[in-house]
DNA sequence: ACTATAATTTGGTATTTAGCAAAATAACAA
DNA sequence: TTGTTATTTTGCTAAATACCAAATTATAGT
């Protein structure tokens, strides 16, 4: 639950996000739409993997990402849990 | 939209949003329940007040901070909106 | 004007993060 | 095994962030 808002914090990674949302894609083709080298997008791919953000399959020599859309979930639910709500009260 | 990310990224300032999300606090009334020293919250505090997340009103030499309902839901809405859906094509 | 209390600003250091180029790994085909 | 493509890892620098102590501001009471 911490890491996963310092792994939103980023609008390379936020972008990412937006993107696997639509359609699975390949590294490459993220990395066509992204301003920043495949090496900086290489590490980012990882933070989100490791936030279990995303999931990865290879297919020979290329690496399909898609949108870990169970963890995601989560991550709503629990967002609306840190902030919604103070209805006690009225 | 883009800094409200990085102001939840701290775990401290998600801990203040937390606390106002019961009740009302004078700024030494968070500081009482934080390990960070008064000038740290200060900065943070500053931060959450400049993402409009949460307003103040002063009361002689105390400054009351609440949550910024109204900016907390919007951005709610805003992370189903990055998040959810995909469910075009299912 | 003087003191006390609440909170902030300033100035500085240390840690973290993002970015790139160059080198390395993985899978496949010839 | 040599070469090619896709992607990652390594090594490094620059920028951003968090933190604290000391100094400052703001308000109220005497």
Redesign the interface.
């Known amino acids: 639950m ?1 890491d996963i ?2 792994t ?2 980023s ?1 390379v990674r ?1 972008d990412i ?2 993107m696997l ?2 359609r699975d894609m390949t590294a490459g083709e993220i990395s066509d739409k992204l301003t920043v080298t495949k090496p900086t997008l290489s590490g980012h791919l990882n933070i989100l993997k490791s936030a279990d953000l995303v999931v990865t399959e290879r297919q020979g020599t290329t690496i399909t990402y898609s ?1 870990n ?1 169970t963890v ?2 989560e ?2 639910a629990n ?2 849990g ?5 209805d006690e009260k009225e």
Chains 1, 2 share one sequence.
């Open positions: 911490s808002f310092t939103l914090a609008s936020r996000l937006s949302k639509e949108l859309t995601v979930d991550l709503l967002l609306v840190l902030l919604s709500s103070k």
